[in-house]
């Protein structure tokens, strides 16, 4: 009896196989039918949540969150945590499909500088120099994640400095205080060798930010304390598990180029916003 799963004879009964047979496709074809959204879907939606979340925050001196109850302010705020680990997420999915890995590398890096110096306006509403030597944003995070992973993938590098290189590019992002220091290229780290084992990654993924919670916001009680955050960052892997069916979506040239844009423009329309209101 041949079974369609695996592809493989196996010596069984016809009643057996059948039921084998059945059950995997039957599961493969509830799979396909929930996973309903593409890369570009689950991108656009995670920049708008990070819009609105950044708007909210930066203009809170000059609009007061419009007025708006606490109970509609925290969600829109919250809301935005999920693009960072989207975009974790695909950073890893770039380097592993990328047809020309010194020209994607080339556009964070590109990306990261100009982001910069909208990051740093967006924030304090002029060219802070001091804020823009000490803290980096998380496009430059992405950009060291990226970096470890072609460390990492490289055969030329021996297992030694390989590891001594991946240590110094999480040195840099916590040296240099980065949007999601550490715990960023650790979840892309985690996202790109376990991308072919969703239930390992989902349970990485799990200790990895439970351990960023007990160590960067106050130990066990901030558990319970940020309980709201915790159920937001589920959110990303919970999509990204069940939902994404590995797809680009309908114009992937156009979205490639728009989310490489996207970062920087968002912050620089959010400061003209803000020089306008004054």
């Given amino acids: ?93 770039g380097f592993y499909y990328t047809k020309n890995l010194k020209k994607y590398f080339a556009r964070l890096l590109t990306t990261g500088i100009v982001t910069q110096f909208t990051f740093v306006l967006a924030n304090t509403g002029s060219m802070d120099w001091n804020m823009f030597l000490t803290t980096g944003n998380i496009v430059l995070t992405l950009l060291l994640s990226l970096l470890i992973l072609i460390i990492y993938d490289s055969s030329r590098i021996n297992i030694i ?41 989902f349970v990485s993924y799990e200790i990895l930010m439970i351990g960023y919670v007990l160590i960067s916001m106050g130990g066990f009680e901030a558990l319970i304390s940020n309980v709201l955050f915790i159920l937001v960052i589920q959110v990303p892997i919970i999509i990204i598990t069940f939902f994404y069916n590995g797809q680009k979506g309908r114009f992937p040239v156009f979205s490639k180029y728009f989310f490489y844009l996207f970062y920087p423009v968002h912050m620089m329309i959010i400061f003209m916003i803000k020089v306008i209101i004054r």
């Fill in 161 to 201: 400095f390989k590891i001594m290189m991946i240590m110094l590019c999480l040195g840099i992002t916590y040296v240099w205080n980065m949007e999601w220091a550490i715990i960023a290229p650790l979840i892309v780290f985690v996202f790109y060798i376990l991308r072919d084992k969703p239930v390992w990654r």
């Fill in 1 to 93: 009896c041949r079974c369609v799963k695996q592809k493989t004879l196996f010596f069984i009964s016809e009643t057996d196989c059948f039921r084998y047979n059945f059950v995997n496709i039957s599961r493969d074809k509830m799979n396909e039918k929930i996973k309903v959204f593409n890369r570009d879907q689950i991108k656009y939606i995670a920049a708008l949540l990070m819009f609105i979340g950044h708007f909210m925050i930066f203009t809170v001196k000059e609009l007061n969150y419009f007025g708006l109850p606490s109970v509609i302010v925290k969600p829109l705020i919250l809301f935005q945590y999920i693009a960072p680990f989207v975009f974790m997420f695909f950073i890893a999915e």
